[in-house]
């Protein structure tokens, strides 16, 4: 069966301390793989989609990156207002529009 | 513009009891998905829609769970005889079509089976 594994499960950062979050997935032919923020008690919110190894796109502080096997969501400098559930998700070549989703990495930052 | 919409935000019944939960899609927006998710993990694939009918109602769990969407626009997640385990935030999401189209979210609706 097709696995969605991101970590870490949480991620503690002081404001200014730049990091990674990994999402790793076995899918292979990937369709896409999508990065959302979600904030308590909201939806998700959409980010970026990646479509093949070695694809980048970068939204102010974030920067995200894709392999054959694994996608990175870099943080720059983050500030408090980063602070959030980060959530990825795949498709497969097989499922038209079905997002399968990693359990997520919840980052707070502090001031 | 306006994005998707639930109603309502909350809901909280007995066990056994039916349900129905609303989904109103970002307009012009023909492809249209629920998503049910539990405390601290992701979102779990249940059906989606392309236009009227149902594409892939693979995640399911089962046929206690039924949703339509009779004129292609809003839809409708129904849930009969509920179990506490049904307890979960349901959320819909739109695209502009199927396929690698981006999925946009709305705030969900949080099912509380008592």
């Known amino acids: 069966e097709d696995q969605v594994t991101q970590s870490p499960e949480a991620l503690r950062l002081q404001e200014g301390e730049s990091s990674s979050l990994n999402c790793s997935y076995t899918v292979s032919g990937l369709r896409g793989l999508f990065w959302y923020r979600q904030d308590p008690g909201k939806g998700p919110e959409f980010l970026f989609t990646l479509y093949s190894a070695g694809e980048e796109k970068e939204k102010e502080r974030l920067k995200a990156t894709l392999t054959k096997k694994e996608s990175f969501l870099h943080i720059t400098a983050p500030k408090p207002e980063d602070s959030a559930t980060y959530l990825c998700a795949v498709q497969a070549p097989d499922s038209w529009g079905k997002l399968q989703f990693g359990a997520g990495t919840q980052v707070v930052v502090t001031p | 513009g306006a994005g998707v919409s639930q109603t309502p935000s909350n809901k909280v019944t007995e066990k056994g009891k039916y349900v129905e939960l609303r989904c109103d899609p970002i307009?012009?927006?023909?492809?249209l998905y629920w998503y049910r998710q539990s405390l601290g993990q992701g979102p779990e694939f249940l059906i989606y829609f392309q236009g009227t009918g149902a594409a892939d109602d693979s995640g399911l769990p089962n046929d206690r769970f039924f949703a339509v969407r009779p004129e292609g626009s809003v839809s409708t997640l129904k849930i009969q005889r509920t179990e506490r385990g049904d307890s979960a935030v349901y959320l819909c999401a739109s695209s502009q079509t199927v396929g690698t189209d981006t999925q946009y979210f709305g705030p969900g609706t949080r099912l509380t089976v008592l």
């Open positions: 307009s012009g927006h023909t492809a």
